[in-house]
């Protein structure tokens, strides 16, 4: 198991969960190949002792990164870049790939490469980007398991988004590959694409869900459920970046600086685009959504419905989008495909977009309905004012920021980061706190006067892509108020472990002390030894948090009344 991923199956789809709706329900005509590896149930093709992260240390970073920057603009016949520029397709690849992590329970993401296979490669919100890894093929295939398909991934939106005058805040490797579907993930029960039956009262979205809408990555562009309210899909924009971890302020830096480039593609009916990889016909390879509009491809493409440029530049890094959207009023309009767009009221010729094909030829810029939600919302609103008055701001500190985290946030901490280019800067969501004293062994400790101190269960501790016993954070608020630790005030339950910390010394190393961490973990240990009638290994050597080591606003992220991160049960009262 890759050691970012919680091997704690909360949120997830089992045998006996229920619920979630599997790869055979949404293609049953899909070709079963199980029968191959009846007896073996491996599915990595690579031998058992492959090390990724020794295989990166090999690669040449600095090679592979000049033959991204040089696909960029070597545009395919059989599937041409827009403005002869394939950068922003791959950014929405790399977008789309990690943004599918929800804090909730720490899956989805780009950690394991998943977009390459279903559900996630058939969902209608990445339509069309079967061919943006398929541009990548030459480039796997040189490197070869030097570079895994989840870092390639992700690497090419960087390079893409430095190749158009962008900036970013680095890249880090170390993301292992899957070799078949995740199907345990819980992606929701609805049976349909688009479907919304994961709400609830007044639009409370189901935990652990995220995105709005079945086969969606975010939010609908259209506005909620397609209805073009711009106030409505700030509800929505909000509550799904939120649950990505990602504050107001992060998720308008990653909706403008994202629409700073490229465009959207609807040009024409989309009953006019055939089934998606999963459900095409077998001799298409792995390809989907073959569009017989047009030539299916360039100016006649056919996505999301969605039709036009945000920008008058789309690849180029300028303040273009928040330019147009405070310099004009805007109406609404609908695209050739049917879809709710917003068109500038009388446009200056200068403030027009070229045409995906013929530079000469000149179209007209647009705003989705979610984009309008960065200027109607009162909150969106001035910080958007903010990031256009300060756009140097905004370019260096605001959209890099934001960017690092949406890439790196599901690899847990930063110890994990490797690579020429690993992000240096310690962030808010990334401060881990101080380690223990010294480098500590794997010990067993047995302690039986510890077992009836606080279980370590309540800490949600045994995930990485989380707040984790390392460092001990829930001594401080929020999460030293919440009201699942009881009995007593709950702020000062933490603190019956409090006394043995001074007094404590780890077996190997009888010169330093226990952290509260460490103290925790160990109780919770010993309280199962006597049901279980074993004792786990304990890997300490975790420091303890200070409250300014503490990303406030994540932890406080609520939903139905309760914040994400607070434990929904008891536990062992």
Avoid at 101 to 115: H, S
Avoid at 414 to 419: E, F, L, N, V, W
């Amino acid at each position: 198991m890759d050691e970012a991923k919680c091997p704690v199956m909360h949120g997830a789809v089992t045998r006996n969960s229920g619920g979630g709706t599997s790869n055979r329900e949404w293609w049953p005509n899909q070709l079963n190949l199980n029968i191959l590896h009846q007896h073996d149930k491996k599915s990595s093709p690579l031998d058992t002792d492959f090390n990724y992260r020794e295989a990166f240390s090999k690669l040449d970073y600095a090679a592979l990164k000049k033959d991204l920057l040089a696909l960029m603009t070597d545009s395919q016949e059989w599937w041409p870049a827009d403005y002869g520029h394939y950068g922003p397709f791959f950014i929405r690849m790399t977008w789309h790939a990690a943004g599918t992590y929800r804090t909730a329970d720490g899956r989805g993401g780009g950690g394991t490469g998943a977009q390459r296979f279903a559900p996630l490669n058939s969902w209608p919100d990445n339509g069309n980007l079967d061919k943006a890894r398929r541009l990548l093929w030459p480039i796997k295939k040189k490197y070869g398991q030097n570079i895994s398909w989840a870092d390639l991934l992700i690497l090419a939106g960087n390079v893409a988004i430095e190749s158009m005058g962008g900036k970013t805040f680095g890249f880090s490797g170390g993301r292992n590959d899957i070799w078949a579907p995740e199907e345990d993930i819980y992606w929701g029960a609805e049976g349909e694409w688009l479907g919304n039956k994961r709400y609830s009262g007044e639009r409370d979205l189901q935990h652990p869900l995220a995105a709005v809408q079945m086969g969606l990555i975010y939010v609908n562009p259209e506005g909620p459920d397609g209805n073009p309210d711009p106030l409505a899909s700030a509800h929505d924009v909000r509550e799904t970046f939120a649950r990505m971890a990602m504050n107001d302020e992060e998720t308008v830096a990653l909706v403008a600086g994202g629409h700073t480039f490229g465009k959207a593609h609807g040009a024409g009916d989309a009953a006019l685009v055939g089934a998606e990889p999963e459900g095409a016909d077998i001799e298409l390879m792995g390809l989907g959504w073959i569009s017989s509009f047009g030539s299916g491809k360039g100016r006649d493409t056919i996505t999301s419905g969605i039709e036009g440029a945000w920008t008058a530049n789309p690849t180029q890094w300028d303040n273009g989008y928040f330019d147009l959207l405070f310099g004009y009023e805007w109406k609404l309009v609908k695209s050739p495909a049917g879809a709710h767009i917003w068109h500038a009221i009388d446009p200056k010729p200068e403030d027009l977009a070229p045409d995906a094909e013929d530079a000469s030829i000149r179209v007209p810029t647009m705003m989705t309905t979610a984009d309008m939600a960065m200027r109607e919302d009162p909150a969106y609103r001035k910080i958007s004012k903010r990031f256009h008055e300060n756009p140097d701001e905004f370019a260096d500190l605001n959209f890099g920021g934001a960017l690092v985290k949406l890439l790196h946030r599901d690899m847990g901490p930063r110890t994990r980061y490797i690579g020429p280019e690993a992000p240096s800067e310690e962030l808010n969501w990334q401060k881990s706190g101080p380690p223990w004293q010294q480098q500590l062994g794997v010990i067993s400790v047995k302690a039986e006067k510890f077992r009836n101190l606080v279980s370590p269960f309540r800490e949600k501790g045994f995930k990485p892509l989380g707040p984790a016993p390392q460092p001990f954070g829930y001594r401080h608020a929020p999460g030293g108020q919440w009201r699942t630790y009881p009995p007593g005030p709950p702020k000062k339950l933490p603190g019956k472990s409090f006394p043995v910390t001074g007094g404590y010394r780890l077996a190997n190393s009888p010169a330093a002390g226990a952290s509260v961490a460490d103290v925790i973990v160990l109780a919770g240990n010993v309280g199962l030894k006597r049901p279980l009638a074993f004792f786990f290994a304990i890997h300490p050597g975790a420091g303890d948090a200070n409250e300014g080591q503490t990303d406030v606003y994540f932890f406080a992220v609520w939903n139905r009344g309760r914040r994400f991160w607070e434990p929904k049960k008891g536990d062992y009262r």
